[in-house]
């Protein structure tokens, strides 16, 4: 087991087990995430013998920074795994803090028709410290604090749901990386079972639905999932989950040229979220080289903001990122893993 994947409760349960006070367990998660040690031998107030025993149990293996591209207030990074498989990072510098979309999975299955990341097909699931790595090798390289994490990169984090709920405990212990609940945002295509577990799990996060589409036959053509789990489940299930968590959920609709940008399309979408608690955060499509698809025009944006906005609705417009550092989901992987 690689050490930045295990919970601090279940390393207390390992030290408890071989007849050790559970306070060992802080210790360590103190080296690791205050002191950002990567040797168990640098854990100076820990017994050597315990040092040894840990760095015979567990493995500090991190995965590495392959490439790095940047603007003014972006950073792309593109991660090797000791598999030889990428995945990508996203830093974000906004006025309230820095902000990191991490990647869930190697490649992804859902097959959205507009996104890169699906073009590539799901390898594996990201092990949970594969995830945490992202966010320690992001901080140690800019030497700051991170201080909010989205799951918006490469893959589908209910596709990996263990691993991912694992992922978000390790970051938002107060003794881990200590991101508040808050400060984390998922996001989903929509695979309804895992909305109603997340719903159960007593956590404060962020939940974000990549929409798209406010209709079944549009929806169905741009995201297959849809054809498993339809929009009319798919809303009923983002209502249950408000009444069960209070919380406000975010709806993702990415501006498709002549797609799903159109007047009708606007209404439609605000017929079918009135009276919820959520928001619209509509997403300017950053264009690939490999999918047909355009990006609507700053005008169309803001008339399709303007109409739902009539409605009543809380909208907002996603502010760009990395544009030109190919930060849209999966781009830079891609162009690592030829296919
Ligand atoms: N699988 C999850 C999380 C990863 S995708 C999900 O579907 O939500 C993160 C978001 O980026 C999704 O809303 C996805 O639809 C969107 N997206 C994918 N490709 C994009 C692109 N080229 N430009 C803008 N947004 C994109």
Redesign the pocket.
């Known amino acids: 087991m690689n050490i930045y994947g295990i919970k601090r409760v279940d390393l207390e349960d390992y030290f408890i087990k071989q007849g050790e006070k559970k306070f060992k367990a802080l210790q360590v998660y103190e080296w690791l995430y205050q002191h950002r040690v990567n040797s168990f031998f640098s854990m100076t107030n820990i017994k050597k013998e315990w040092q040894e025993q840990l760095s015979h149990d567990f493995s500090m293996v991190r995965i590495k920074i392959k490439k790095k591209q940047e603007d003014k207030l972006s950073k792309k990074y593109l991660f090797l795994l000791a598999d030889s498989n990428y995945v990508e990072a996203v830093l974000m510098e906004h006025d309230y803090g820095l902000s990191i979309c991490v990647s869930s999975e190697v490649g992804?299955n859902?097959g959205?028709a507009?996104?890169?990341?699906g073009r590539l097909k799901k390898v594996r699931n990201l092990e949970a410290y594969e995830m945490v790595e992202q966010i320690l090798l992001v901080e140690e390289d800019i030497k700051e604090r991170i201080s909010s994490v989205v799951?918006?990169?490469?893959?589908?984090?209910f596709d990996n749901y263990e691993n991912v709920m694992d992922f978000i405990k390790i970051i938002n212990d107060a003794k881990g990386i200590a991101i508040g609940a808050r400060h984390i945002t998922i996001?989903?295509?929509g695979i309804v079972p895992k909305i109603q577990e997340l719903a159960k799990e007593e956590l404060q996060v962020n939940l974000?639905i990549?929409l798209?589409a406010p209709t079944n036959e549009l929806r169905n053509r741009l995201m297959p999932v849809n054809k498993a789990y339809s929009l009319d489940l798919l809303m009923g299930t983002i209502k249950e989950y408000i009444q069960i968590t209070n919380r406000r959920v975010t709806i993702?609709y990415?501006m498709l040229n002549g797609v799903n940008d159109s007047d009708e399309c606007a209404h439609t979408l605000a017929r079918l979220i009135k009276g919820m608690n959520v928001y619209v955060n509509l997403?300017?499509?950053?264009?690939?080289n490999h999918m047909e698809f355009k990006r609507s025009s700053k005008e169309q944006v803001m008339h399709f903001y303007d109409i739902l906005k009539k409605h009543g609705l809380s909208v907002t417009i996603r502010k760009e990122f990395g544009r030109n550092i190919d930060a849209?989901?999966g781009q830079l992987r891609s162009k690592e893993v030829k296919v």
Request: glycine share 6%; charged share 15%; with cysteine.
């Open positions: 992804c859902m959205c507009f996104c890169e990341s799951i918006m990169g490469i893959g589908e984090p996001s989903t295509c974000a990549s798209h993702e990415v997403i300017p499509y950053n264009e690939t849209a989901c």
